[in-house]
């Protein structure tokens, strides 16, 4: 049996998983990131601990990989190993590839979080078979990766394919990345729970104040449960949602032309509501859309696994 491993470095935990030939994680390790305290290098040493402790669980070391494949939510350069900038852990020009090679006996690859899910996807899952993918995680953010051709296209030096940041409203919505009205400010669950707070605020006669009670918070479930049970301002705000996403998704077809588009992150889990809709209506704003029709927009299938597998295959894409 030929064995990968991929490392997944988030802003709250470190996780690596060794991955079989069946694209099954069949061995996980994880702790803390905790940078906020801790310096860059106490994160790197503990990287290589959790993914060695995943490897001796098969009994292997990380020397008997092809490669070590990193993927975290950060703006890398692939070519260079830089991790040049880091929102989750506030770090900015670290040798991030570097710093595990002198730890690691194998070749280190380090990529985007969102690049490594699209890869998971289509090494393993609902992009399995597909040559042209865009996948949108909608999340905190909208992260996007983008696959041409059977490879990865990140752009030069691997700081692009941010669909998220792709103009959406002008002047709208602050973004995280300082600009406004962005694809992310509308399309993520951080702008879908402002919209549905707003909307609470108009209607307090909507099911949604009992919803948000009943679970502790106003979620990005919050308006997709309440607008299934018939609630008008949760649909008001669920339809709204679609329509934003639909457009995003419009946008990135026109321009990629892939043959299925995969949404993955929560929302995904508003399942056919969701699909549906954004199915019906990305093609009435696609390029041609009523001559050649619009790529398939399908649930992505390895939720949080996906960028462990992903990047476990970085080599490869
Ligand atoms: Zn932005």
């Not at 402790?53 to 990989?65: E, H, P, R, V, Y």
Request: some cysteine; glycine content about 14%.
């Amino acid at each position: 049996m030929n064995y990968r491993i991929g490392v997944d470095l988030g802003g709250t935990g470190i996780k690596a998983g060794v991955v079989d030939e069946n694209f099954n994680i069949v061995c996980r390790e994880s702790a803390a990131t905790d940078a906020a305290r801790r310096g860059f290098e106490q994160v790197v040493e503990d990287m290589v601990r959790v993914a060695e402790k995943a490897a001796a669980q098969i009994g292997l070391t990380l020397s008997d990989f092809p490669c070590v494949g990193v993927g975290t939510p950060s703006c890398i350069s692939p070519k260079t190993g830089l991790l040049v900038f880091s929102n989750n852990t506030n770090w900015r020009n670290v040798p991030l590839r570097q710093e595990l090679e002198k730890r690691i006996a194998a070749p280190v690859l380090i990529g985007n979080d969102a690049n490594c899910a699209v890869v998971g996807e289509c090494v393993a899952g609902a992009a399995k078979g597909y040559r042209d993918v865009v996948m949108f995680t909608l999340g905190t953010g909208v992260g996007s990766g983008i696959v041409i051709g059977g490879k990865m296209y990140a752009g030069a030096d691997g700081m692009g394919a941010e669909l998220g940041h792709t103009p959406l409203i002008y002047g709208g919505e602050p973004c995280t990345c300082g600009a406004n009205g962005c694809a992310e400010s509308y399309a993520s669950v951080t702008g879908l729970i402002r919209d549905t707070k707003r909307a609470m605020e108009r209607h307090p006669e909507s099911a949604m104040h009992a919803h948000a009670a009943l679970h502790g918070a106003v979620s990005g479930r919050t308006a997709f449960d309440c607008a299934k049970e018939g609630d008008l301002a949760a649909l008001e705000v669920a339809e709204r949602y679609c329509d934003y996403v639909a457009a995003v998704i419009a946008g990135a077809v026109s321009v990629f032309r892939p043959e299925i588009v995969l949404i993955g992150g929560g929302v995904s889990n508003a399942g056919a509501f969701l699909l549906d809709r954004l199915n019906e209506r990305a093609v009435k704003r696609v390029f041609a859309g009523e001559i050649i029709g619009c790529a398939p927009i399908a649930a992505a299938r390895l939720g949080n696994d996906a960028g462990i597998v992903g990047a476990a295959y970085l080599d490869q894409w």
